[in-house]
């Protein structure tokens, strides 16, 4: 139960960022979150459409993994490795503070699944 609720948390934390980087990535919201400039958000807007349409599949993958309940568990134990990978990577390159968003989340989701929780 605890790895199925944790893992619905890291689809939908997926989705958010889905709706951040592909709706509100060029308006005052999306640039508060992000801490860019209008103008950086304007040249970057087409990039950060395609990484959040990788983040919905990311959340897709996992909602599949549930879907199939205890079916799924390979699927969500690859999906939420790709989480933790994705959030690593983005917490070495872009930002610290990405490690505690995603791949955290991913991790304790992950450990979860592994768990049998």
Known sequence: MIA???TGLVALLHLYFLYLEMLVWNTPAGRKVFGTTA???AQSKALAMNQGLYNGFLAAGLA???WLG????AIKVFFLGCVVVAGLFGAATVSRKILFVQAVPGALALIAV???W
């Open 64 to 66: 599949w993994g549930l």
């Open 39 to 41: 103008e950086f958000s």
């Open 114 to 116: 592994l768990a049998g």
């Open 70 to 73: 205890a079916e799924g568990f």
């Open 4 to 6: 199925s609720i944790l």
